[in-house]
């Protein structure tokens, strides 16, 4: 039995259906398709809830609706008066995928705005999940609040885990975003980067020297991921080694690819793993999520 708690942003997702302008409405979002996932993998004795703020529309309510029957607890979600969710909308164009986000004004970026409630969502958790999105939205005064309470939770017990997912857009500056990063990582047991955005801001020259540098910030292991090269893994007792990911025929979209990865890892260490094979249960997750169109592909998901 435990209690896994995500906190981010869910948003509502509008994805093309056929040339003409019609739209699929879905609800995702990087810590929030984790959460998804991890739902799935877990078993039932295990909670699995989402700490975000939405606001106190029909598309709120809806959002709310989704969660609950995806068997996702939302208790510690924060209602904000008169205000509403972020959205973003899909455009295909020469067969890639483009993202447009209207979340500026979203619920969510008042996430660290009443510590009291955040002190209470984090309390009791055995497994905590957040990322560098969840901390670009709020405001960059919020953010240091923000992750004392995590490391607040953390000290009484909790495994806190972190996903370095880079949005340059959402940060005010790359310094910003750099300190933001490494700040995030200093509050979490288990840090999840990818090499393709770590090399560039922080001028790694391998996977190894990103997986020790978030080492040196106090995590204890640290799983390095490169798309379909192999994924560098770091452990305080163990030191480095690398594993191979499952090689996959063919890629359809990319969405989610980490986020599943992170909720495959975190149930198989959660499920009593080793980090080699809980991240080799990401790793066969995320290839399978890759196979298929979306953020939430119920069928890569195989039954235990
Ligand atoms: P992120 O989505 O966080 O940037 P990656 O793109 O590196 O992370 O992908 C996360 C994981 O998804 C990888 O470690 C790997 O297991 C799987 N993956 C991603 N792209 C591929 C690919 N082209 N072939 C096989 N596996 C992949």
Not at 132 to 150: D, N
Request: proline share 4%.
């Amino acid at each position: 039995m435990g209690a896994f708690l995500a906190l981010g942003e869910c948003m509502v997702e509008l994805a093309p259906v056929s040339a003409g302008g019609l739209y699929r409405r879905g609800f995702a979002g990087d810590s929030f398709n984790t959460a998804w996932y991890a739902r799935r993998l877990l078993p039932q004795e295990w909670s699995v809830d989402y700490a975000t703020c939405v606001g106190d529309d029909p598309l709120s309510d809806e959002m709310l609706a989704f969660m609950q029957a995806e068997g996702i607890g939302t208790d510690s979600v924060r209602r904000i008066e008169g205000s509403s969710v972020g959205l973003y909308m899909i455009s295909v164009q020469d067969g890639e995928r483009q993202f447009c986000y209207w979340r500026g004004q979203s619920a969510a970026r008042q996430m660290a705005g009443d510590l009291k409630w955040l002190d209470g969502v984090l309390k009791g958790r055995d497994m905590i999940h957040f990322s560098a999105i969840t901390l670009a939205i709020l405001p960059p005064k919020s953010r240091e609040f923000f992750c004392g309470a995590i490391a607040r939770a953390r000290k009484k017990g909790a495994i806190v885990t972190f996903d370095t997912n880079l949005r340059p857009a959402l940060w005010e500056s790359t310094d910003a975003m750099r300190q933001g990063l490494s700040m995030g990582a200093r509050t979490a047991d288990i840090v999840l980067p990818s090499f393709d955005e770590d090399s560039v801001l922080f001028e790694d020259a391998t996977p190894a020297e990103t997986a020790e540098r978030y080492a040196a910030l106090g995590a204890d292991m640290v799983a390095v991921k490169h798309r379909s090269e192999a994924l560098t893994l770091w452990q305080r007792d163990a030191g480095l080694s690398e594993l191979q990911v499952p090689h996959v025929e063919t890629v359809v979209d990319t969405t989610a690819a980490g986020d599943s990865f992170a909720a495959g890892l975190l149930a198989g260490l959660a499920m009593g793993a080793g980090l080699e094979e809980a991240a080799a249960q990401g790793a066969k997750l995320a290839g399978r999520v890759i196979g298929a169109p979306g953020a939430l592909v119920p069928e890569a998901v195989l039954p235990a």
